[in-house]
């Protein structure tokens, strides 16, 4: 109640204080507002780094909060650039210890003034990062990144399992001073410093979590271009970010940043005109939850989301030989494609007493899935279908390795379920494969899985849910089958790799409970060597193993068709990090000529 009473009186104050402003004799018009249309396709999950396993999440998270690290926004490769971080880290000549020197402007932002008064915190120091860090260790949080630094930390896996005294030091990660950040590794792991661009590592104010006990993850504190608006953002629904007033601010990249392809999309005059500019540019940042994709494209197509993919029920009437149709050209429309890193998968739990010990069953299975089919029903011939795990692009992906299973032959499939001790299904029971949304395009995907094994003579029962449901009753590893995507975290295979690795199982990224201790060798080989051809080849083989065991049935490695409206000014394609809607610009004189609002 108290907290309902101080944000009502704040709301009546605000508004009296705006009616005096622009009610007196010879008062300038107010501002119009400018305002930033994004989406996510499901609904979020707590606000707990720990646990922030999901795109969807991360992405809004992003806005709000910062780690010590992020990515360059206009190289076309994914480069690493200070954050939180004042610079990039000093690291010993055996690449064990990695010193890293804080910003001291970094400050939380607190939108309600409950926490800290005033609405401005204190400033982001050492011992927020430590105790971040720690909290992926506890046991108590179950953390979904603990995967991250497990056996890779100097102390802090004896700290876990001392019982995470938080007043005890870990050797490994501690505070130097208040602005200095000391990391020692167990043995060199090439990838540490991407880890400090997730959501895992963002710093918490611990006086939030203090102050909201149970309810703090409700109550998003950071240090972001923006914060959250609890009076406009309803949950399930949209999530309302505004302007961060006490932000350090921030600049454009230089044009000389651009890699080639962004500096093609954007154009030398609009790199120019951007150069320096301050962020953020954007007053207000609306992230709208649309589970269906007919509404997020009506919604695009009304102007009211200012970028947009295109769902696959819509594709033929927006592109034609890949170019955009003339109706979608006369609204000034582009289009932008570009492959991701990642990969789409239905998996099986590997703790199922039936799924998990009958690989001839998961390989027939395999085979009666219309991988083919997929491509065209499902993404119009965006994508390619996934031979392993790994995606284009990344060390260990072998472009003529063919998986034995990952193609549809109904024939092998029969005869692979009778070797498995279950002709036509005879004997196997019902099924539960477990759907993460309502929405039209899953409820397909999943009818499509049920008539495939329905053919083969295997039953098999929906199970309805949503978003945060379904990642749920995976961490519990209740889910029997189920079907996600990963996208990187960073720009190496052993993210993906790392998917199938046994002590990552669930709650951690490993989804399917796979837990191979060939596939794991090899992975612990290669993951932290540093880059080489031999360490490519230790990859592919790990891949193809974990293939030919079929812990998934592959989905594909997906390209991103985004549609932009000509307002849109500023935006080019990231599909890893997060925090980029401070990087994009709205003309709002070209919106209000276009749609009339």
Same mark, same amino acid.
């Given at each position: ?61 992003? =806005? ?11 190289a %076309? ?7 939180i ?6 690291v ?47 046991? $108590? ?8 630094y ?12 001392n019982? $995470? ?10 505070? !130097? ?45 950071? #240090? ?24 350090r ?42 589970? &269906? ?8 197509? /009304?102007?009211?989301? %200012? ?16 170019? !955009? ?32 010990t ?14 083919? %089919? ?5 993404? /119009?011939?965006?994508a &390619?279908?996934?031979? #392993? ?8 992906? =072998?472009?003529?390795y ?6 549809y ?6 005869a ?37 094994m329905?053919? !083969? ?9 949503d ?20 996208g ?9 790799l ?11 990224? /490993?989804?399917?409970n ?6 794991n060798?090899?992975y612990?080989k $290669? ?14 083989? $790990? ?6 065991d079929?812990?998934?049935?592959m989905?594909?490695?997906r390209?991103?068709?985004?549609? &932009?409206?000509?307002?849109?000014? #500023?935006?080019?394609?990231?599909d890893?990090?997060?925090g980029?809607?401070?990087?994009? =610009?709205? =003309? !709002?004189?070209?919106?209000? &000529?276009?749609t009339?609002?």
């Amino acid at each position: 109640m108290k907290k309902f009473v101080k944000v009502l009186m704040l709301s009546i104050f605000a508004l009296s204080v705006t009616a005096v402003l622009f009610t007196g004799c010879g008062q300038a018009e107010p501002k119009e507002e400018k305002v930033l249309n994004r989406y996510v396709i499901a609904k979020l999950r707590p606000f707990d780094p720990a646990n922030m396993t999901d795109l969807y999440t991360t992405q809004v998270y992003g =806005d709000i909060a910062e780690a010590l690290f992020s990515y360059k926004y206009l190289a %076309d490769t994914y480069q690493l650039q200070p954050e939180i971080a004042e610079a990039m880290p000093q690291v010993s000549a055996d690449g064990l210890t990695y010193t890293i020197k804080l910003r001291k402007d970094a400050f939380f932002y607190d939108p309600l003034g409950e926490v800290f008064e005033g609405n401005k915190g204190r400033a982001v120091n050492a011992h927020d990062f430590v105790y971040s860090v720690k909290r992926l260790a506890d046991p $108590a949080n179950e953390s979904g990144g603990w995967w991250l630094y497990e056996g890779f930390i100097k102390g802090l896996d004896e700290w876990a399992a001392n019982g $995470a005294d938080y007043s005890k030091t870990v050797e490994g990660f501690k505070a !130097l001073d208040d602005y200095t950040i000391q990391l020692t590794l167990t043995k060199p792991y090439p990838q540490i410093l991407y880890t400090f661009t997730m959501s895992f590592t963002y710093p918490i104010a611990k006086e939030a979590m203090d102050f909201y006990g149970e309810e703090w993850t409700n109550y998003p504190i950071g #240090t972001g271009a923006y914060y959250y608006d609890h009076e406009n953002s309803i949950p399930g629904t949209q999530h309302v970010l505004l302007k961060n007033p006490e932000w350090r601010g921030g600049k454009f990249p230089v044009a000389s940043e651009a890699g080639p392809k962004n500096a093609a999309k954007l154009g030398a005059d609009v790199l120019k005109a951007y150069e320096g500019k301050d962020l953020a540019f954007a007053d207000k940042v609306i992230w709208y939850v649309i589970e &269906e994709s007919s509404v997020q494209w009506l919604k695009f197509m /009304n102007g009211e989301l %200012d970028s947009s993919t295109i769902p696959k029920d819509n594709f033929e009437t927006a592109v034609v030989n890949q170019k !955009l149709t003339p109706d979608m050209t006369a609204k000034g429309i582009t289009m932008d494609i570009n492959p991701t890193l990642d990969v789409t998968y239905n998996f099986f739990n590997m703790e199922d007493p039936i799924l998990g010990t009958n690989r001839k069953l998961r390989q027939a299975m395999s085979l009666a899935y219309t991988h083919e %089919d997929i491509l065209d029903i499902f993404y /119009n011939g965006r994508a &390619e279908l996934a031979q #392993t795990l790994l995606p284009p692009g990344l060390g260990g992906y =072998d472009p003529n390795y063919k998986n034995p299973y990952a193609h549809y032959d109904l024939e092998k499939a029969k005869a692979l379920l009778a070797e498995a001790g279950y002709p036509n299904g005879e004997g196997l029971p019902v099924l539960k494969y477990q759907m993460y949304s309502s929405s039209t395009t899953n409820t397909q995907m999943v009818e499509l899985f049920i008539d495939n094994m329905s053919k !083969l003579g295997i039953k098999v029962e929906a199970v309805a849910g949503d978003w945060p449901t379904f990642m749920e009753r995976i961490d519990a590893h209740e889910v029997q089958l189920g079907g996600i995507a990963w996208g990187a975290d960073y720009p190496d295979a052993q993210n993906f790799l790392q998917l199938n690795y046994g002590p990552n199982k669930a709650p951690g990224p /490993n989804s399917a409970n796979y837990d191979n201790p060939e596939f794991n060798a090899l992975y612990e080989k $290669a993951a932290f060597m540093q880059q080489s051809p031999e360490r490519d080849r230790l990859y592919a083989e $790990a891949a193809q193993l974990a293939a030919e065991d079929v812990p998934w049935i592959m989905g594909v490695h997906r390209l991103s068709y985004a549609l &932009e409206y000509p307002w849109l000014k #500023t935006r080019v394609f990231r599909d890893i990090g997060a925090g980029y809607s401070k990087y994009y =610009d709205v =003309d !709002l004189e070209m919106r209000k &000529e276009a749609t009339g609002n």
